[in-house]
Every structure is written in structure tokens, then in C-alpha cells.
């Protein structure tokens, strides 16, 4: 599940032309085949093969499956995960979820509920990628990866779902993280012949690496290779999982932003934040109306709250995104751009909801996300962008997945039923619909 190729290819395919993905195999077991044998030495044919300690080789057994307290992938805790980077140029973005619902999949005459998690890719704010991940911690403490269900976006629409799999159908799990990680073990998180594969190496371990709130102890760094022979790097750390990823071949870096609740400070929110959020509507409506005096206030007073909320506790990927964002305002401003000056008004929002995860709880946070994604399309229907508004829709749907469940009954089907308009407008093409739901849409989430 190497996301960050899949998603870099991606990137690239729609600009020109999934966290975790990868390589090739041999050898490898059919679906029900019970553990993951060991591959052939064609197979594994590196320099250091003979150093080499397979520790996913058994079957493994699953009593509570979804209690995964293993802190290198705490996958159960984890309420939601922000990782942020770039890839030749692209900026990407990456939320991770943890779903209310889980998934039993039957495997070698098992049957094991597995927790389900749900991943999003963004590329310079547009979506590349959607999934949802199957996870299962056996009775050793070691987690196991079950599948992927994998929506792959160009242009707005599924282009493919490359990636997919679901173990008992299509092959067996993959061990994503040892229970006691240790130099030189080998696993596989991904084993399906002609779909995924991926190895693993562990290189080190009782790292500490720099985090969103200071040094973090206990991480370990590994290798990945992949099916085309490429490697990443990635680092694994306690309370957080996957913590960085590296693929020099493709220029990408991608880091920690935060998670919660590892990062969580509890409320209220500070001041300085609520006059950002505040500020940032303001901003908003400005840039739309054109009203450049009043982006120029807007702005003079988000600098200064910012000024004095941003410092050396702030996690500092989502500083460096928040200040970003405030110099594509200025930019905009600059030019008299009153449609990049409404975009970066945006983003802007997007950088401040994510400090807020610090202090208020993800679904609140999910569902101002929703609200400001349906200001996106308000924005896109102008535009006419009919790729622009088929990815607003999609993501409205995705945030509604892990959002829809804490909304009162009665408003839920109100919005469940405005979204499926959006949906059949997108389907459509009609620009002209497009906006008049999205309008009808924020009248419902206003009420």
C-alpha cells in the first residue's frame, strides 16, 4: 500500500497526462493459502539476501483483531492522521481516518473483523486517490494488512482501481507491522501476484526523529521495494505510524503534519485561532465579491493573530502550510486576482481547520471541512470546470463517509439528499445545476 508512488504517478498522469504500494512476486500464495511463504531466490535476489529474517512466514491467529495496540501502527487509536509534502512540484496532501465501522473478511477458514480506515490523496488541492484499508492485529501483537478497496481519480472521476485487493479472494494478508520490529526482519504488507507486492526491510530501530510537538522516541526506518525494482524509504513512529516517506527517483518527500489524538491539546480553542477562523470567512466572501479593500483587512488581521498564535509549539509542516497560504493571498492581491485571491481564501481555511484539530473533535472539524468543500464547488460551478466540480463532488462524498454518522438523523437525510443532487449534476455536466445545488446544499448545512 505504497501510496506515495501511486499517488505521485497520479499527480503527474493529471497534470501531464497509495500512504503505502509496491512490487513483484513470485512464488507467492493463492487466495486461502494460509501465511506468506517464503519467496523463491529469484524472487529476493539482492546483495544481502543472506541476511535476510522473513518474520511473516506463519499463519497468524486473531482473537480481538481490532484492539491494534502495537505502537508502530496504532491504527485503533489514531482518530485521524494529516501528513503533507510535495512531489516534483506537486503539493500533496494526505488524510488518514480511522472509519466507525469495521469489515469481516473470511480468510483460511477464519472469519476476522477488521478496522477500517480510510485514506484520501490530494495533489495541489485536488483529489487523487480514495481508499479504505482493512487492518487486523494477531494474537503476537503483530498487524496485519487484509486489503484495500482503491478509487483512483483523474480529471475528478475514477480513472481505474488499480491497487485493489481483499485477502481470502485475491491472496493472502500481509504483515504491515511486527509486533517487536527488529534489523534486518523482512515482511510483506502486500503479497498478490500481477497486483500488489511489496517487501519490507527494517534498517533501524530506537530511533528518534523530530514530530509535530518535539523529538519522538522508539521510531524505527525501513526500506520498501517495490514491483518495479524502485525502493522508498519511510520512518514508523510510536502514537503516530507512518511518519515520513522518501522516494528520491521521484523527488517526493512526504512528513507528519499531526494526529490526533497524539497532538490533541484539548479546548477551547485559542483566540488567536477563532479570529483566524472568523477572519477567514471574512476573507472568503471578500475575495468572492471582488472587494479587494476588504481582502487587504481581512488579511492585515489574519497576519496578526497569526503572528501571534504561530510559534515553536505549532506543528511545523501545518505552520509552513498556513504561511503558504498567506503568501498566495498576497500574491493574488498583488494581481487584482479575484478568483486566486477566493482560492487562496480557501486553502487558507484548510491550513486553520487542521490547527484545530488540536483542540476540537475530527468529526467537527470533518464537518466545517465538508461545509468549506461545498464553498469549493459554489467556487468551481463559476469556472464551468466540469473535472473541477466532479472532484468537489467526490470529495464531498468521501468526507460524508466518516462525518455523516454524527449528524443528527433528520438534517443527515436532508444533506445525504442534497449530495446525491450534486452527484447527478456532476454526472451530468450541468454547470448550472451544479451551482444551484450546491447552493441548496449550503442552505441545508446552514440549517
Not at 535476489?45 to 484492539?67: C, I, R
Request: net charge negative; hydrophobic share 45%.
Amino acid at each position: 500500500m505504497t501510496r506515495t508512488r501511486t499517488t505521485t504517478n497520479l499527480a503527474v498522469g493529471a497534470a501531464a497526462a497509495s500512504l503505502l504500494l509496491a512490487g513483484c512476486g513470485a512464488d507467492t500464495p493463492q487466495a486461502g493459502s494460509t501465511g506468506n511463504p517464503a519467496p523463491s531466490a529469484s524472487t529476493t535476489e539482492t546483495a544481502s539476501d543472506e541476511n535476510k529474517n522473513y518474520v511473516d512466514l506463519q499463519t497468524p491467529t486473531f482473537s480481538d483483531p481490532t484492539s491494534i495496540t502495537n505502537p508502530l501502527f496504532p491504527i485503533s487509536d489514531l482518530d485521524q492522521v494529516i501528513q503533507l509534502g510535495e512531489e516534483a512540484g506537486t503539493r500533496l496532501r494526505f488524510e488518514v481516518t480511522r472509519l466507525p465501522e469495521t469489515k469481516t473478511i473470511e480468510w483460511d477458514g477464519q472469519s476476522v473483523e477488521t478496522v477500517q480506515s480510510q485514506f484520501v490523496a490530494y495533489g495541489d488541492g485536488r483529489v487523487l486517490e480514495v481508499a479504505t484499508d482493512y487492518f487486523a492485529q494477531a494474537d503476537d501483537g503483530a498487524v496485519w494488512y487484509f486489503g484495500e478497496q482503491v478509487d483512483n481519480y483523474e480529471d475528478g472521476v475514477i480513472a481505474n482501481n488499480d491497487g485493489t485487493w481483499l485477502a481470502g479472494k485475491d491472496g493472502p494478508p500481509g504483515m504491515i507491522m511486527p509486533a517487536d520490529p527488529q534489523v534486518v526482519d523482512v515482511y510483506r504488507p502486500e503479497n498478490v501476484p500481477d497486483v500488489v507486492f511489496e517487501e519490507v526491510t527494517v534498517l533501524e530501530v530506537d530511533q528518534t526523529v523530530p514530530g509535530p510537538r518535539g523529538d519522538v522516541e522508539g521510531a524505527i526506518r525501513i526500506q520498501e521495494r517495490l514491483m518495479d525494482g524502485a525502493t522508498e524509504g519511510k520512518t514508523f513512529a510510536p502514537a503516530y505510524g507512518e511518519f515520513q516517506a522518501i522516494v528520491e527517483s521521484e523527488q517526493e518527500l512526504v512528513e507528519m503534519g499531526l494526529a490526533v489524538p497524539a497532538d490533541f491539546l484539548g479546548g477551547p480553542a485559542p483566540a488567536e485561532l477563532t479570529a483566524m477562523s472568523a477572519g477567514g470567512d471574512a476573507l472568503r466572501a471578500a475575495a468572492s465579491a471582488g472587494d479587494f479593500d476588504s481582502v487587504s483587512a481581512s488579511l492585515d488581521d489574519l497576519r496578526a493573530a497569526w503572528g501571534t498564535l504561530r510559534g515553536d509549539t505549532t506543528p511545523p509542516f501545518v505552520a509552513d502550510q498556513t504561511d503558504a497560504a498567506l503568501a498566495a493571498v498576497d500574491a493574488a492581491i498583488e494581481a487584482s486576482d479575484a478568483g486566486a485571491a477566493a482560492q487562496a481564501a480557501i486553502d487558507l481555511t484548510h491550513a486553520s481547520l487542521d490547527l484545530q484539530l488540536q483542540h476540537l473533535a475530527v468529526p467537527e472539524v470533518d464537518l466545517a471541512r465538508f461545509r468549506l468543500w461545498v464553498e469549493q464547488l459554489q467556487l468551481d460551478t463559476a469556472t464551468e470546470d466540469q473535472a473541477l466540480i466532479a472532484g468537489d463532488a467526490a470529495i464531498l462524498e468521501t468526507i460524508w463517509l466518516r462525518v455523516g454518522h454524527t449528524v443528527d438523523a433528520a438534517a443527515s437525510g436532508g444533506l445525504a439528499g442534497q449530495l446525491d443532487v450534486v452527484r447527478g449534476a456532476a454526472d451530468d455536466g450541468d454547470s448550472s445545476a451544479a451551482a444551484a445545488a450546491a447552493t441548496a446544499l449550503m442552505d441545508a448545512l446552514t440549517g
